[in-house]
């Protein structure tokens, strides 16, 4: 049995994290993490798990869960897990963290794009990037992951293979992304109040949205040097899901089938990518409550450009389903274990 502890247990990531790990007979969740609700039950904050979930949230202390705990997710506030990260913390469990606190490898660039003090960077260096369909090897004998974003999932999945076979400039790239609010999670905000979202689309974080560098970074890596994208997020009047469409240059005349041939080069394998039939369009509505990133693309050659598209769940591949899939890999089990989940419709 596999003792797990969710940190920020309330929030959405948290709380979708706990709905992903209940279904499981070799996971215990003994620890409900929160900073408001301590003490609380938990079901009285989540009534979809009334009559599932008996336990009561308790306090934010990692140190306590660390020694009782095999494996600790922070689905909490950017910052909050690189305040507390110690050798001790990383001697005694796992911790995998859905923040942006280790995702980013140059530290000034964190600060700079976060607006914050990193205050444990003595281990951005050791923790893997926890995209498992291009790190899994290092994900195995990880003891700190940093779990992707979610635009940055949606993204590098749908981009990596163009940019990594060199079949498109990396220094044209355009991502224009679309979030449900979710994405911002269950704190009050005024900008996400239903008058503000509901019969409305907005861009947000025009020009300086935090994943930019996140994605820049792991494309950069793919295409073996430095690269710069412009990146627009897009607050959409939806529940989950992200979508993103994103536009560069060919480097090269190519055919349907020498760019279907890159993206099964990659994706082939992998079950939680599905490289959809040609023609056919990533849409939100058929990845959503999974784990699934659908991916496409369609060749314009009046512009000489590649349309690149993506669609999945940003609490289920964008956070916690990632996670999962993630602690799967660290513990040796199947990958898909407790993930094999087929997409809600209606
Ligand atoms: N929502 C999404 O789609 C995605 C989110 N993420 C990341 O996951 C993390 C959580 O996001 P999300 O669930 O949306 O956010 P929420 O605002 O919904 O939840 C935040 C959680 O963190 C807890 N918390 C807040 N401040 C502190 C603190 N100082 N100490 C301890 N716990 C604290 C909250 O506790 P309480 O409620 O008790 O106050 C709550 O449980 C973020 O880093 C986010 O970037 C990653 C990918 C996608
Ligand atoms: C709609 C919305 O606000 N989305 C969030 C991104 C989701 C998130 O929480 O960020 P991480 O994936 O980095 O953890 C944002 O734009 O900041």
Known sequence: MIKAGIIGSTGYAGGE???????????????????????????????????????????????????????????????????????????????????????IKDVAVYE?????????????????????EINREKIKNARLIANPGCYPTCSTLSIYPLVKEGLIDPGTIIIDAKSGTSGAGRGAKGDNLYCEVNENIKAYGVGVHRHTPEIEEQLSYGAGRSVTISFTPHLVPMNRGILITAYGTLTKSVSYEEVKAAYDKYYAKEYFVRVLEKDVVP??????????????????????????????DNLVKGAAGQAVQNMNIMFGLPENKGLRLIPMFP
């Open 112 to 132: 700079e794009w976060y607006k914050m003090e990193h205050k444990t960077p003595q281990f951005i260096k050791e923790a893997v990037y926890g995209l498992p």
């Open 283 to 312: 849409q939100t509505k058929w990845v959503e409550g999974s784990n699934f990133v659908d991916v496409n693309f369609k060749i314009d050659p009046r512009t000489n450009r590649v349309i690149m598209m993506g669609a999945m």
């Open 17 to 103: 994290l706990a709905r992903l790990l209940l279904q499981r007979d070799d996971i215990e969740i003994l620890w409900y993490g929160s900073k408001s609700y301590v003490d609380q039950k938990y079901a009285s904050i989540y009534q979809n798990m009334f009559q599932i979930v008996d336990d009561s949230c308790h306090d934010d202390n990692v140190e306590a869960l660390a020694e009782i705990a095999d494996v600790i997710f922070t689905a909490t506030p950017q910052g909050f897990c690189a305040s507390l990260m110690n050798e001790k913390i990383l001697s005694k469990t796992k911790v995998i963290d859905l923040s942006a606190d280790y995702r």
